[in-house]
């Protein structure tokens, strides 16, 4: 892809970020992302197919920021229950820094919350590591993937919707945290000491 190609496509990922903050794809027309981005309609469709992959491209991209913040946040953590709450409070910590953002990963995500994505190998391989130290439930293997998702995304979407402050967010998030964390098997005592050091750390961590 050669540079010209490069800005345009750069132009109608903006303009995407920009309307998709407002409203979901479905509600955004193609000549609205074309004329936002200052470009021929036509460039549009050497970009991408649709609209959906559009938003889909855009959500990834956005899934992908989050994923290099948990990676960031994990860099010197080797325990993987250690590693499964850093990669939730880099999550909200993303969230409450770029809110406009998380509202479109979250509505427009695609196919993402299966345990063989490729968007979840970090998530899964911490998991599973927690597994084989004795720490999570055996159901876990199957489950754990989508229920450790659904606790994220519960928590960003409030984050997101309330526009919450950051105290609030953290107190949000360690409850979340807690819950997930013995309902995959956590032992409760070992579930509050996790989620109270990730609540601390979340409120310090402030820009």
């Known amino acids: ?11 109608l990922v903006n ?28 460039s549009f469709f ?9 938003a889909t491209s855009i959500s990834t991209m956005i899934r992908l920021e989050v994923e290099k913040a948990v990676v960031e946040a994990n860099r010197e953590v080797a325990d993987p229950l250690r590693r499964l709450v850093g990669g939730m409070s880099a999550t909200v910590d993303y969230a409450l820094k770029n809110p406009q953002k998380a509202g479109i990963m979250l509505r427009e ?36 993937v989508l229920l450790w998702l659904s606790a994220c995304n519960a928590i960003v979407a409030h984050v997101v ?12 998030m360690r409850e979340i945290m807690f819950m997930a964390l013995v309902g995959l098997g956590v032992k409760e005592a070992t579930a509050m000491e996790l989620s109270e050091h990730s609540h601390t750390a979340l409120v310090q961590n402030a820009p």
């Not at 892809?1 to 132009?11: D, F, G, P």
């Not at 994505?117 to 927690?130: F, Q, S, T, V």
């Not at 919707?161 to 949000?172: F, I, M, N, P, V």
């Open 109 to 144: 995500a695609r196919l993402t919350t299966g345990k063989d994505h490729p968007l979840n190998k970090e998530l899964r391989r911490d998991i599973d590591g927690a597994i084989n130290e004795g720490c999570l439930f055996k159901e876990a293997e199957t489950s754990g």
């Open 15 to 42: 303009a995407g970020l920009t309307l998709l903050a407002k409203r979901p794809a479905s509600a955004v027309a193609i000549d609205e992302i074309v004329a936002t981005a200052g470009v021929a309609k036509g």
């Open 161 to 172: 919707e309330y526009k919450l402050s950051r105290k609030k967010a953290a107190q949000g």
């Open 46 to 54: 050497n970009h991408f197919e649709d609209k959906e992959r559009f």
């Open 1 to 11: 892809m050669n540079s010209r190609s490069l800005r345009t496509r750069q132009l």
